[in-house]
């Protein structure tokens, strides 16, 4: 079992839809959670931070849920431009040992 | 403020030659990270540097691959020699700290034939 799983996808849904996803872990130490997206060929880009109450950014709300160690993306009112690879980042922080984990992405295609 | 700069942008290889990748962090990261990162897959770490000391690199293929971090700020990633396995894209990336957000440069399309 990967230590940060993620749905592929593809998740095909119309402009204007709300769409969510889901990212598991399986270390409950982990400390810090962050959503990146990366466009197809291009690098990561960090989207959000995602905090013990939550954190919103206008059509942007992420989720961490430690009782069940998931954390969670919803995107409102999609735009065309909103596709692309999100990956779900954990880290252990804090320490030397600390690890950084990627999870595989789960792709999203907007359709018009 | 300049990014994580890469170079090459793109490189092939023959197999078993050597390979050498470049990166420069954003000015006054002290953390820098070397990610490898497969077609349809997310990037996985290969090493991570505190200032000039690598602190984790328990997933570097240390038989052919080596890094280094000259002073705390450039870094080079080598492979010698590649085999076709290593077509991959490298990326680098730095950060303020190891839990603070990472900024990645552009990455480096590896080919091996």
């Known amino acids: 079992r990967k230590e940060v799983e993620q749905d592929p996808g593809p998740f095909n849904v119309p402009e204007g839809a709300t769409v969510a996803f889901n990212c598991t872990y399986s270390n409950s130490a982990s400390q810090s959670f962050f959503w990146y997206r990366q466009d197809c060929r291009k690098e990561p880009k960090l989207l959000m931070s995602v905090y013990s109450s939550g954190n919103e950014d206008g059509r942007f709300t992420a989720q961490l849920n430690r009782a069940s160690q998931y954390i969670s993306l919803l995107i409102r009112d999609s735009k065309l431009s909103d596709s692309a690879t999100y990956l779900c980042v954990v880290s252990r922080g804090y320490s030397s040992a600390s690890k950084i984990i990627f999870g595989s992405g789960t792709r999203l295609s907007i359709r018009p | 403020e300049a990014g994580v700069v890469q170079s090459p942008r793109y490189k092939i290889i023959e197999k078993k030659q050597p390979v050498a990748f470049w990166c420069n962090p954003i000015?006054?990261?002290?953390?820098l990270y070397w990610y490898l990162q497969n077609l349809g897959q997310g990037p996985e770490l290969l090493i991570r540097y505190e200032n000039e000391e690598a602190v984790d690199d328990s997933q570097l293929p240390k038989d052919r691959f080596s890094a280094e971090r000259l002073k705390g700020v450039d870094s080079t990633l080598k492979i010698q020699p590649a085999e076709l396995g290593d077509s991959a894209v490298y990326l680098c990336a730095s950060s303020l700290g190891r839990s603070s957000e990472a900024f990645f440069g552009q990455g480096t399309r590896l080919t091996v034939v």
């Open positions: 000015s006054g990261h002290n953390t």
